[in-house]
């Protein structure tokens, strides 16, 4: 081969070779049995990562389980109409059980 006959044919190669290589790098996973160990796959990046949770059981209290993530639960605002129900419904002092250690 020629030097420039050469050339082009590595030029060729390189046109093919590297998007092939680029579109398989991309996505290192699409379902769970793709990922090594214990690790799942994450659908939306196609990327493997470890297991933290699958269902709200597998999180810590006041948290639930989405995406494979522990998310916190923001606490339901109690409205003003409910405290006053609440505080009508309560006549005289109330024990709140709090332990008042002694002196």
């Known amino acids: 081969m020629r030097p420039t006959a050469h050339r082009l044919v590595l030029g060729l190669l390189w046109l093919v070779v590297t998007p092939a290589l680029a579109l398989?790098?991309?996505?290192?996973?699409e379902k769970d049995f793709d990922c090594p160990g214990t690790k799942v796959c994450n659908t939306g990046e196609g990327?493997?990562?470890?297991?933290?949770?699958?269902?709200?059981?597998d999180c810590?209290?006041?948290t639930r389980c989405k995406s494979n993530r522990c998310r916190g639960e923001s606490p339901e605002p109690v409205s003003t109409a409910d405290a006053f129900v609440l505080g009508a419904a309560v006549s005289g002092p109330v024990d709140l059980g709090v332990f008042n250690p002694p002196d």
């Open 60 to 62: 810590p209290p006041a």
């Open 24 to 29: 398989t790098a991309c996505a290192e996973c």
């Open 47 to 57: 990327q493997c990562e470890a297991f933290v949770c699958d269902e709200d059981q």
